[in-house]
């Protein structure tokens, strides 16, 4: 079975704070992905990662960045946490398939809350 | 216009009844077509993928229909433990691995 890990499922952090949430899946997936999921929004897209070291701005980068170093793990980081960015965060992965069903795999989800 | 759409209920029927989902999309280009099924504070999980002639997986029935751009999905003799929120994924465009969430249906079966 795939798995995809996230480091923490609750987090609270203060207003101005540093904040990493790491993920690792252990499929050898190529893709990989950051979504937050608001009530009435919906998963929107962060950022995603198609390899090592390549990634592109989802819908909603504003106030985020990621690191992919090694194919397994994908960190995002909020560069200074503010309260609207207080979410449930979900990491998926998925293959780069010859057809088009690559479906994603998702972790748990962190929810975090800024305060 | 949102690229993925669908209506968030919530659906409420009886057990045994049989409910469907309709979830629109805007990009033509799209080529991916899933059913995710999300439990209340759990991580979303694939359903099953929607192929262009259509596909059942025992109770659950998935339609696309690419000249109006909608899928759909219908749920037979629905249990209680179907209760959850449906999600409608779509890739975007030429990009198969870029996948665009609707905000879900929410599905309420009762006793």
């Known amino acids: 079975d795939v798995k995809v890990t996230q480091s923490s499922r609750y987090l609270v952090k203060r207003t101005g704070e540093k904040v990493f949430l790491e993920c690792v899946q252990d499929?050898?997936?190529?893709?990989m992905f950051w979504y937050r999921q608001d009530p009435g929004l919906g998963l929107r897209l962060i950022y995603f990662s198609y390899d090592v070291k390549m990634k592109e701005k989802g819908d909603i980068p504003e106030g985020y960045s990621v690191s992919r170093e090694k194919k397994e793990r994908f960190s995002l980081i909020l560069e200074s946490a503010s309260t609207n960015q207080t979410s449930m965060y979900l990491c998926?992965?998925?293959?780069?398939?010859?057809?088009?069903?690559?479906?994603?795999?998702f972790g748990q989800g962190t929810r975090l809350t800024v305060v | 216009r949102k690229e993925v759409e669908q209506d968030p209920g919530p659906f409420n029927v009886p057990e045994g009844a049989t409910v469907a989902f309709n979830c629109t999309y805007s990009?033509?280009?799209?080529?991916?077509f899933f059913w995710y099924r999300q439990d209340c504070r759990k991580e979303p999980k694939l359903l099953m993928s929607?192929?262009?002639s259509g596909n059942e997986d025992g109770r659950f029935t998935a339609q696309l229909n690419r000249a109006s751009q909608y899928i759909s999905l219908l749920i037979r003799d629905s249990k209680l433990s179907d209760s959850a929120t449906y999600l409608c994924?779509?890739?975007?465009?030429?990009?198969?691995?870029?996948?665009?969430f609707g905000s879900g249906t929410r599905l309420l079966v009762r006793p």
């Open positions: 994924v779509v890739n975007q465009g030429d990009s198969s691995y870029k996948l665009i």
């Open positions: 929607v192929y262009s």
């Open positions: 998926a992965s998925s293959l780069t398939g010859t057809g088009f069903y690559t479906e994603a795999f």
């Open positions: 499929m050898d997936h190529e893709n």
């Open positions: 990009n033509s280009a799209s080529q991916s």
